[in-house]
C-alpha cells in the first residue's frame, strides 16, 4: 500500500545546531507540504512544494528551509534549531484537484 | 488571506450524546472546500468528512454530519451518538478552489466519557 513516512520520529537536539527531518512518500503525489503543530495554533504551514525543484514559503517559514529534487521526498531542514521550533511536525501529501491530503506519523522535535 | 477560527478548545460529552464542534472561517472567495481533520491520541490526522462549498446540501458520513452556511462562513461538525472511539483534537481546514495547500484552525479537544 502506497503510504508517507516521516524520520526521525522522535529528535532532541540543542540550539544552534542544524536538523533534517525527513519525509518520504510513495503516493506519486507531486503536491507536498510540512506543517507544525502547536498547542493552540493547530497546523501552520512551513513550506510546500507543487512539484520536483518547486518550493514555497508558508505562513511560519522562517528558520526553515525545504528541497525537492524528486517526487517522493521532501525533507524540511532546520538550519540553525532554536527552542521555539520545538514542535510536533506533519509531512503531508495530496494529489491535485480535490484529493485526499494524507499524512505522515509526525515527528517530535525538541530543541533544548 | 484565509482564516478559520475554532472557539472550542476544549469540549467534553458522555458517550451517546450528539455533540456539535463549531468552525467559522474568513475568505473572499466563492468557490473552496472545507474539511474536518480528527487526530486522535495515537496523532494521526484522519479525514473526517468535506464539503465542496458550491453544494448546499449538507455533507454526511455516517455518524458524522456538518452544518455548512456559507453567507454566514459556518462549517460545524455534528457526531451523533458519539462513542468512545470519537476522542481525539478535531481540526476545521479551508482550501481555495484551484490551490493545493490547506488552512487549518487552532483545534477543539473533544472527550467522550463513559
Known amino acids: 500500500d502506497a503510504e508517507i513516512t516521516q524520520s526521525p520520529r522522535h529528535k532532541i537536539t540543542e540550539t544552534g545546531r542544524q536538523v533534517t527531518l525527513a519525509c518520504h512518500q510513495t503516493w506519486n503525489h507531486n503536491n507536498m507540504f510540512w506543517y507544525r503543530q502547536d498547542l493552540g495554533h493547530g497546523l501552520r504551514l512551513i513550506h510546500y512544494s507543487y512539484g520536483v525543484q518547486d518550493t514555497n514559503k508558508g505562513e511560519v517559514s522562517d528558520g526553515y528551509s525545504v528541497s525537492r529534487s524528486n517526487t517522493e521526498d521532501l525533507p524540511l531542514t532546520l538550519e540553525s534549531a532554536a527552542s521555539s521550533q520545538t514542535s510536533v511536525y506533519f509531512c503531508a501529501s495530496k494529489a491535485g484537484g480535490t484529493g485526499e491530503l494524507f499524512f505522515g506519523e509526525g515527528s517530535r522535535l525538541t530543541v533544548l | 488571506a484565509q482564516t478559520v477560527t475554532q472557539s472550542q478548545p476544549e469540549m467534553s460529552v458522555q458517550e451517546a450524546e450528539t455533540v456539535t464542534l463549531s468552525c467559522t472561517y474568513d475568505?473572499?472567495?466563492?468557490?473552496?472546500?472545507l474539511f474536518w481533520y480528527k487526530q486522535p491520541p495515537s496523532r494521526q490526522m484522519i479525514l473526517v468528512i468535506r464539503q465542496e462549498a458550491y453544494k448546499q446540501q449538507n455533507a454526511t458520513e455516517n455518524r458524522f454530519s456538518v452544518n455548512f452556511q456559507k453567507a454566514a462562513k459556518s462549517f460545524s461538525l455534528k457526531i451523533s451518538d458519539s462513542q468512545l472511539g470519537d476522542t481525539a483534537m478535531y481540526f476545521c481546514a479551508f482550501m481555495r478552489q484551484g490551490a493545493q495547500k490547506l488552512v487549518f484552525g487552532q483545534g477543539t479537544r473533544l472527550t467522550i466519557n463513559p
Open positions: 475568505t473572499s472567495e466563492n468557490n473552496y472546500y
